[in-house]
């Protein structure tokens, strides 16, 4: 079982920025494929950002040049740079560790709201 943690949602005016953070269990941890998804009120849960175990990235159209995806195998956490924040970014934010298709790990999320 691996344990996967998000933190640094909260409240911020539109064109602010925020980190959020993503720690997961597990001493392989550098080859999980880790993932940053979002889920607006009435809305499918859609990819924001992935990044692969060789640090290759790939982004949402909606957020391509705003947010940058990173990850630190030494702590064992993958953050989200969120820059230039639009009202439309408000949303929960969950963090994803693939593993295999049959080992996906999930966090509990964290709100992201963005208004003035």
């Known amino acids: 079982q691996v344990q996967v943690v998000e933190s640094g949602g909260g409240l911020v005016q539109p064109g602010g920025s925020l980190r959020l953070s993503c720690a997961a269990s597990?001493?392989?941890?550098?080859?999980?494929?880790m993932g940053w998804y979002r889920q607006a009120t009435g809305k499918q849960r859609e990819l924001v950002a992935g990044?692969?175990?060789?640090?290759?990235?790939n982004y949402a159209d909606s957020v391509k040049g705003r947010f940058t995806i990173s990850r630190d195998n030494g702590k064992n956490t993958v953050y989200l740079q969120m820059n230039s924040l639009k009202p439309e970014d408000t949303a929960v934010y969950y963090c994803?560790?693939?593993?295999?298709?049959?080992?996906?790990?999930w966090g509990q999320g964290t709100q992201v709201t963005v208004s003035s």
């Open positions: 990044i692969t175990s060789m640090g290759s990235t």
């Open positions: 994803n560790a693939f593993i295999s298709n049959t080992r996906e790990y």
């Open positions: 597990g001493s392989l941890f550098r080859l999980y494929r």
